[in-house]
């Protein structure tokens, strides 16, 4: 027995060792997306750093210096703008020199050569031998002009500054991306300029400008500008620097500019609203046209809580974004320099995953200036330590390039399984939810996708699979929609000639009115206000519970709002308590009764404040007549038919607004003109009330605090 626990004791102290011995790594970055609400959700990394290349590596005869940009030509070369050192450097495929591009023999036969380079770019195809023929457009940015050279490293030609009387005479060309499509026309991002990419033939002539970027003032720029001269302004305006700083271009020839000169507050404006207006990345199409989907619940732009201190407690502010790449299956990647992070997102804008951050471990980038696709790899360049850094992607990152590989080749049946993988690893990723719909919706399961979209808060996908799957059902039962609508409107119009009858009859009786009677009352004076209004004060057609009646009608139809609407009105299921849909209907409607019967007891106003409160409540009624049928119609309208129910919602306040006017003019026997002063009086008299509301409520506040203060004090000494 001893001999057996010493051998177990040994085993388990070797196991042990073996154990410490084995290497470990962890990330030293987060992987994350964001939730509809901002929030972050981790994810599964999907790539992971392997290592570092350096200029020793790389077997350079200099080391790197101030490196701006990077690309992977069409024959698997790498080419870096080693800007510091006047020249590009050639790698192969296995990141080892084999190429400088630096002086040469321009036309004229002059010894010539590049003054800090800033952006490179590749174009070419193999020959029916199997030699790669291509050309290197370099941006020679200190010499304002741009260069081609072959592949071998030869002199073409230069493309010198374009003419046009476009651009301004002062202007100063100064080229620092290129991107250059199929068929040789040239796109240039000029740090100085100001009205757009430069598009170029080419043979190097100007076409025009695309893709201007729009200026944005703040209110103390515009009260300036109205004192400044026509040349302080055109001064001004090129001041205000909103010009691109990079630029790359896909298979389909759609270009992606990034910008980081807009106002941070317009770019998370931009991110926010998903509007493209003001936003760091664009994709543009030839004609200088956003055509960018931006269908995630935030726009891509990099970093959506950007004051977020479980992302990094240091860095705050909008995110710099200085280069974008095309990755595989419709993927692309922008780089934030502020915080050394990557976004990626798909096609359709959804972010994907992001990841990266400050450091000096491996995977973490000092200041990320460039980022290039390789097969599979991720390449991030940093211009503080002039080094690349290879990142190879992970199980997840695999799965989930083939989901949408799957998708985009119509193999939906895989695809969902692929992204059924992907939740089995990331539950939080919603992309994959939307992935699992739209396989679903091309499938024609209209309510499996419904289900899907839903769990992603994806309204637009889930609208659409809505229109098909109710045109299947009313196709089932189309003789029931004719017979349904004739019967609705049957009992609406009986009602209302119901109503109409009671009225009448009651006019005529000179009996007292029952609480019925004033209750249907309400239903001529909304079609005639100027005979309604003057019987409800003078004949008393309708009292006080009337009025409450409708004023509690009023809450319970918001109440009803609140809970009742359609998924693509309310898709994160938010609604509010009966309590609070009292307070945010009897607050204001009482505050407009004290003010306007305030006022108009100042300036002749015939109505008390019950005759105030019996027209305010009473004009209340279009609330439930329309918004409720809003609210029921919001469950089976799509999203383009959304404006036809909020139109209903518009309405029926335009209706009550109307109806309060005219019911206070009659009240108080006003003319027009003095009416309408007076109710804008009693808007203001309902701020002043509410101002001095919580000047009230904070000095008692104040009061009690200091009381309690001298209370406990006092218990503490005795």
Not at 37 to 53: C, H, W
Not at 582 to 603: D, E, Y
Not at 662 to 675: A, P, Q, R
Request: proline share 3%.
């Amino acid at each position: 027995m001893r001999k057996f626990i010493k051998t177990a004791v040994v085993l388990a102290l070797v196991l042990m060792t073996l154990m410490t011995a084995l290497p470990t790594f962890a990330l030293p970055y987060g992987t994350y997306t964001y939730s509809i609400s901002g929030s972050t959700l981790t994810s599964p990394a999907a790539y992971t750093p392997v290592m570092q290349i350096d200029s020793a590596y790389m077997g350079l005869d200099v080391n790197l210096s101030s490196p701006k940009d990077l690309v992977v030509g069409p024959d698997d070369r790498f080419y870096i703008a080693d800007t510091g050192n006047n020249r590009v450097v050639v790698l192969d495929s296995f990141y080892k020199a084999e190429l400088y591009i630096s002086t040469f023999y321009n036309e004229q036969g002059l010894a010539d050569g590049l003054a800090s380079p800033q952006g490179v770019f590749v174009t070419g195809k193999y020959n029916a031998e199997g030699d790669f023929e291509g050309t290197v457009y370099v941006a020679d940015t200190g010499n304002n002009r741009i260069v081609l050279f072959d592949t071998k490293g030869n002199f073409i030609k230069i493309l010198q500054e374009p003419q046009s009387e476009i651009f301004e005479a002062d202007a100063i060309y100064k080229p620092v991306a290129i991107a250059v499509d199929k068929a040789g026309g040239v796109y240039v991002v000029s740090a100085t300029t100001y009205q757009g990419i430069i598009a170029l033939n080419a043979e190097g002539e100007f076409q025009g400008f695309i893709g201007a970027q729009k200026v944005v003032y703040n209110a103390l720029d515009i009260f300036f500008r109205v004192f400044q001269t026509k040349e302080q302004r055109r001064r001004t305006t090129t001041l205000v620097s909103t010009e691109y700083n990079n630029i790359t271009i896909d298979n389909e020839g759609f270009l992606y500019v990034t910008t980081s000169s807009i106002d941070e507050g317009a770019q998370q404006g931009a991110i926010t609203s998903k509007a493209g207006t003001y936003a760091p990345v664009k994709k543009l199409n030839t004609s200088g046209d956003d055509i960018m989907r931006r269908n995630g619940f935030f726009g891509p732009g990099g970093e959506v809580s950007v004051n977020n201190s479980t992302i990094n407690s240091s860095i705050t502010g909008a995110s710099t974004i200085v280069d974008a790449a095309v990755g595989p299956e419709g993927t692309w990647s922008i780089i934030d320099q502020k915080r050394s992070k990557t976004f990626t997102y798909d096609s359709d804008g959804n972010l994907l995953f992001a990841f990266g951050d400050k450091g000096t471990q491996l995977g973490n980038i000092q200041n990320l200036g460039a980022i290039v696709y390789h097969g599979s790899d991720l390449i991030l360049m940093d211009t503080n330590v002039n080094n690349l850094t290879i990142y190879t992607r992970t199980e997840y990152g695999d799965i989930l390039i083939n989901a949408l590989h799957n998708e985009n080749e119509q193999l939906y049946d895989e695809a969902v399984d692929d992204w059924q993988n992907i939740l089995q690893r990331n539950s939080n990723f919603d992309s994959a939810y939307i992935g699992i719909g739209k396989a679903y919706y091309r499938e024609y399961k209209w309510p499996e996708a419904m289900e899907y979209f839903k769990y992603a808060y994806d309204t637009a996908n889930y609208s659409n699979a809505y229109k098909m799957y109710r045109k299947e059902v009313v196709t089932k039962y189309i003789i029931l929609v004719p017979i349904g609508i004739v019967v609705i409107c049957f009992l609406i119009v009986k009602f209302f000639g119901y109503a109409n009858k009671v009225n009448a009859r009651v006019a005529l009786s000179g009996k007292k009115r029952t609480f019925w009677q004033e209750v249907l009352y309400a239903f001529h004076l909304i079609f005639h206000p100027f005979d309604g209004f003057w019987d409800l004060k003078h004949e008393k057609r309708g009292s006080v519970r009337g009025g409450i009646f409708y004023l509690a009608l009023a809450v319970l139809t918001f109440t009803y709002q609140a809970i009742g609407r359609g998924y693509i009105f309310n898709p994160r299921a938010t609604y509010s308590s009966i309590f609070s849909q009292t307070i945010s209907l009897i607050v204001p409607v009482f505050l407009w009764i004290t003010a306007n019967w305030c006022l108009t007891t100042l300036f002749d106003g015939e109505g008390s404040f019950k005759d105030i409160f019996v027209a305010t409540t009473y004009s209340l009624t279009p609330l439930p007549l329309l918004i409720i049928p809003s609210v029921i119609a919001s469950n089976f309208v799509t999203a383009s038919e959304a404006t036809l129910v909020n139109g209903l919602v518009t309405i029926a306040w335009a209706w009550v607004a109307i109806l309060v006017i005219f019911g206070m003019m009659v009240t108080h026997d006003y003319s027009l003109l003095k009416n309408l002063i007076t109710c804008v009086g009693t808007v203001v008299g309902m701020a002043f009330i509410m101002f001095l509301g919580i000047l009230f409520s904070t000095l008692l506040y104040k009061m009690v605090g200091f009381i309690t203060s001298i209370v406990v004090e006092i218990s503490y000494r005795l």
